[in-house]
């Protein structure tokens, strides 16, 4: 039988990579939280000095969730040789085997990336892998693959895009100012890396370098309404904030720094870097996490709180993560320590989870993330547990997930009452440590139903009905 030597006859290398579109949403969640227990001061309408309960949040002005795209163009590199290799890889990815297009390039012997076009051309495999592992299992994922790409091609504009957005996405301090200006080189028309850029420079505080770089996003913006609504909000508020704090003046201690009118007593300042230096040691202890830099705090005067952060009046302070600054109203020599000492520790506690967390952490409930605070600070006012008598049906904690803004005022004390009681029984129960899992996961964009069946091993409706139960209490079963 005559057989006949075929030759596997390999076709020119297809190098035109598919164009990968995805689109990667990412929340800057807003805090515009009051502290739990407005002192009575504030608000002095018979309904409050009648209870010490809370008061709604303020109205969210600004929600900034941005959709981006990503577009790789078709890129054509002449790959003369190792076509065979590549191009298996190149399959698999168009297979969306992710596992295994990795491990072959993985394996690709050191020995052809000396070729500078074989080199460009592993970085687009690599990117490409990128982008497939974000769809599938999110940023933490694609941020390596990102980084090799990058590594490979230092010179690949959409390769670089891509690993800042997965350095935003996970709040990576490797996203620095050196970094964003190359990418800026890179690809000059982008409007993200400005707005990135200007996220760094307002958490620095240079608020007129930031506007500058937000005045060069919004000009690229066109096609993005996500990305243009939240440049047209950062844009009215960094503006705002520099004119209100253009003579301020500024102290630091080591991990904060205190932004306030230079009339200010220096009493207050320094009480407020002292209480929130002990609050970063004892409450970072409690929740095992410290901040990678200095938190700001600015200290306005009670008549200006209002009109210099866009909060109700009867607010007691708020974290607000778009500058990533705490803002309180002070009454200089005349502000009461112990009201000072709860609203900064409550405050803190939003900064921490706000870091902790990320830029998606607008995954966190609600409930959860006003429950840490209250814990966490050790706010006295609240008796655990102390949901009204005669009313043993609680609101489901489903309902108290999104923002509470919408709350009719009579259910917002309930609200606070209950993510405070819900977030104790969470943290007896189950110990901080795996609260930290939970939170881990909910970093990853998971929800809060499958991270406490993954890590506490026990279903949302289940932590629901057992907490309950603890308080004599019962869950209406959700009405589908
Ligand atoms: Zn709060």
């Known amino acids: 039988m005559y057989r006949r030597n075929i030759k596997h006859i390999l076709g020119p290398l297809a190098v035109l990579i598919a164009i990968f ?16 227990a407005p002192p009575p001061q504030v608000i002095s ?47 698999e990815l168009e297979k969306h085997n992710i596992a295994l297009a990795e491990a072959k390039l993985q394996e690709l012997p050191a020995s052809i990336l000396s070729e500078s076009a074989t080199k460009r051309h592993v970085a687009i495999l690599w990117n490409n892998l990128g982008i497939l592992q974000e769809n599938n299992g999110g940023t933490e994922i694609s941020v390596k693959a990102f980084k090799k ?5 230092p010179q690949n504009p959409v390769a670089h895009l891509n690993l800042a ?34 996220d760094l420079l307002q958490e620095k505080d240079h608020l007129s370098e930031a506007g500058k770089h937000l005045a060069q996003a919004k000009e690229r913006l066109k096609k993005d309404p996500g990305l243009q609504s939240y440049v047209k909000a950062v844009t009215a508020k960094v503006h705002r904030t520099e004119k209100v ?14 932004k306030y009118d230079g009339s200010e007593d220096p009493e207050t300042w320094t009480a407020v870097l002292d209480i929130l230096e002990e609050a970063y040691r004892e409450i970072g202890q409690k929740f095992n996490f410290f901040p990678s830099k200095p938190i700001m705090v600015v200290l306005h005067t009670k008549n200006q709180f209002q009109g210099a952060t866009g909060s109700p009046i009867w607010a007691d302070g708020l974290f607000d993560p778009v500058l990533g600054r705490i803002q309180i109203p002070t009454q200089g020599a005349a502000t009461d320590r112990a009201w000072l000492t709860r609203v ?54 489903a309902a108290l997930e999104g923002s509470w803004e919408n709350l009719p005022a009579e259910k917002v004390g309930v609200a606070y009452m209950e993510a405070n009681a819900a977030t104790h029984y969470l943290i007896e129960r189950f110990g901080m440590h795996k609260v930290q899992e939970v939170l881990v996961h909910l970093k990853a964009r998971q929800t809060i139903a499958a ?6 091993l026990l279903s949302y409706e289940n932590f629901q009905h057992q907490w309950a139960e603890s308080l004599g209490a019962t869950v209406p079963s959700p009405k589908s």
């Open 451 to 456: 991270a406490m069946q993954d890590r506490l």
């Open 149 to 153: 790409a990058v590594a490979l091609d």
């Open 165 to 198: 957005h997965a350095y935003w996405g996970l709040r990576d301090p490797a996203l620095t100012e050196e970094f964003l200006r190359k990418v800026l080189t890179l690809s000059p028309d982008e409007p993200f890396p400005h707005v990135a850029l200007a």
């Open 45 to 91: 309408d018979e309904k409050s000095s009648a209870s010490t309960g809370p008061v709604a949040p303020p109205p969210q002005p600004v929600v900034p969730e941005i959709k981006r795209s990503r577009t790789i163009d078709p890129v054509s590199i002449p790959v003369p040789r190792h076509s065979e290799l590549l191009g298996a890889i190149h399959e």
């Open 344 to 397: 900064l520790r409550h405050e803190f506690v939003h900064a921490l989870i706000h870091e902790e967390l990320g830029a998606t952490g607008g995954a966190i409930p609600t409930w959860l993330n006003e429950g840490l605070a209250m814990q966490l600070a050790s706010d006295s006012w609240q008796d655990v547990g102390n949901i009204p008598a005669g009313d043993n049906s609680l609101v489901p904690l």
């Open 21 to 36: 579109i995805f689109y990667q949403s990412w929340l800057k969640p807003q805090y515009f939280h009051e502290t739990p």
């Open 245 to 258: 704090e253009e003579k301020f003046s500024t102290h630091n201690s080591v991990h904060f720094t205190v």
